[in-house]
């Protein structure tokens, strides 16, 4: 499903690769499904897993709508998990619990190729996240994964979140680069759809467990993507890393 | 000439340190001095560099004070080059040798103590940049210079140049840490000047030859820092790490 776009030939080779984090890198949905079992709540981990992860994308483009401000993806998840909870009728945990169980998406374990992939691919290129979720969230994450940007790239870093184009043309921007030099690393068609439209190349990674062993996983990517990849290191492979 | 300040014995302990660079991490005088030397012009390098980089603040206070809008750091040093050549009477300059000659910002070498201090620091802390410079800059240094930040945090960032408190209090705030729970790293007194002022712990590094071989450097610490070291591995070993 490799095609060779026009942008690979272009003159300026490729320089940054800009990763989406949550399920490209990181598996979010074992991680929190784990977090939520080990509290022994009335719901099983793999649904409330699911379910807090479908409140992101109305909350985000509420967000990005204007008239609330700007809330930190952090907060936005704290929000979600109180309303996830009164939902199921669990009343019974404190602030500080709360807080807790809602510090498992920095906590989160990258996929079993992520950390060799990334390794390989910063010898050859800089490496940046470029995510919605917030930097001192993505700080802890990579400190504690051992996750080997170069730099860390947000949502928060712009003041707007994906998909809003201010995001792809701003990681050129910040790294000096023409658009067609970064690529979009991505598990998610739609990400890498914002960002083809801002002129970057584009690299789908296939995740099939994203939402996790029973879940399923709707995404399929186009065929005019830059890359099609089933993992870190199948894509370093093929950038020759 | 260390003070154990009230920050030290404060509930939450110390979880970030922010570098400046220019001077603190880099020795910018003798690249910038080679880089010009190495171009044959009608001016010693050593001269030259100090030149360029007294017109940095004046600049940069222009930039916070308003009315021209945002100006990256890049652009700033190639508007001062083409300002400082003019006033050496250098008309023979194309323009990209222009901008090879401001590129040699990018490629300032560590003092000498500067990465094993860092590792040995990040073992134990977040480390991250604190610079003026724009943030490509800040990445093709890192690269080149293998400085092991954490993450590279910059006046772009968050769009005001230092002192303005905004980006001391930012540091705190995307990491997800109370003010004293940062530490400001700088060689320059009025850098941790403003940032005491918004709570953050503050370490003075001795530079002696920040200005070269032959310049004063006029800088003297403040007693009242937290902390007083004479290299970055200095400021590891009081440190703990």
Redesign the interface.
């Known amino acids: 499903m490799n095609t060779d776009s026009q942008a690979d030939t272009a003159a300026e080779p490729l320089k940054v690769l800009a990763f989406d984090v949550f399920g490209t890198v990181v598996d979010w949905h074992s991680g929190i499904a784990r977090a939520v079992d080990a509290l022994g709540l009335a719901v099983d981990g793999d649904t409330f897993a699911s379910e807090w992860r479908a409140g992101y994308k109305p909350a985000l483009a509420r967000i990005n709508a204007g008239g609330q401000g700007w809330t930190r993806f952090?907060d936005l998840h704290l929000q979600m998990l109180d309303e996830l909870l009164a939902r199921h009728g669990i009343t019974h945990l404190t602030d500080e619990q709360k807080r807790e169980l809602n510090s498992a998406w920095e906590q989160l374990d990258p996929w079993p190729d992520a950390i060799e992939g990334l390794t390989r691919l910063k010898e050859s290129y800089?490496i940046c996240s470029l995510s919605n979720g917030?930097?001192?969230?993505l700080?802890?994450m990579?400190?504690r994964a051992g996750l080997p940007?170069?730099?860390?790239l947000s949502a928060?870093?712009f003041g707007v979140y994906k998909p809003d184009p201010k995001l792809y043309s701003g990681v050129a921007r910040?790294?000096?680069?023409q658009p067609h030099q970064v690529m979009m690393v991505a598990a998610h068609q739609d990400d890498l759809d914002a960002a083809r439209g801002c002129g970057l190349q584009t690299a789908y990674i296939e995740r099939p467990r994203e939402f996790g062993p029973n879940g399923l996983n709707p995404d399929r990517p186009d065929p005019a993507n830059t890359r099609f990849a089933t993992s870190l290191i199948d894509l370093a492979t093929q950038l020759g890393c």
Chains 1, 2 share one sequence.
Do not use: H, P
């Open positions: 952090d800089t917030n930097l001192s969230l700080f802890k990579a400190q940007w170069d730099t860390i928060e870093t910040v790294c000096d680069v």
